[in-house]
């Protein structure tokens, strides 16, 4: 598997080979190939684009897009703007920490879930919100988030 993720590597390396100004495109290819950007692939990348590794490192680490560390299976985004802030978001953020004993920005034991709180999801008007991978839980109390991480964790 390793050695087919390098090759997929190598091949998007020259297929922006010739092109100018690649590297967040070729940054976007890699993390669709491995889930998230290593050094040792930011490191191979700004090799064969001939460019220094501060400049891809500097690009991972300004796009919040970019991960730097592999993410779970399910990415849970707690809404922490104001209308969910005003609904009891805190609360939803303290369950679900609770829940998978992860804190945002980490990723549970079991490879299962990755918890992350975003300013807005755009659902104003179901706060508190949270998103699971695509699908957005609304109204969020004790009860529906219990519910709902045990619709992935038994899935």
Known sequence: MVDEKLNRLNRILKDYSDAPGPLVQVLHRAQE??????????????????????????VVSF????????????????????????KGAERIVDMIQEALGILPGETSEDGRFTLQ???????????????????????LDRKKVEATLDLYRNA
């Not at 709180?117 to 991978?133: H, K, N, S, W």
């Open 33 to 58: 190939v491995y889930g998230y950007l290593p050094a040792d692939v930011q490191l191979r990348i700004a090799d064969r684009l001939e460019i220094p590794r501060s400049t891809v490192h500097g």
């Open 117 to 139: 709180d975003v300013r807005c999801i755009g659902a104003c008007g179901l706060a508190p919100v949270m998103m699971i991978d695509e699908d957005v839980y609304g109204k």
């Open 63 to 86: 796009y919040s897009f970019f991960r730097t560390e592999p993410r779970g299976e399910h990415m849970i985004s707690i809404c922490t703007g104001t209308a969910c802030h005003v």
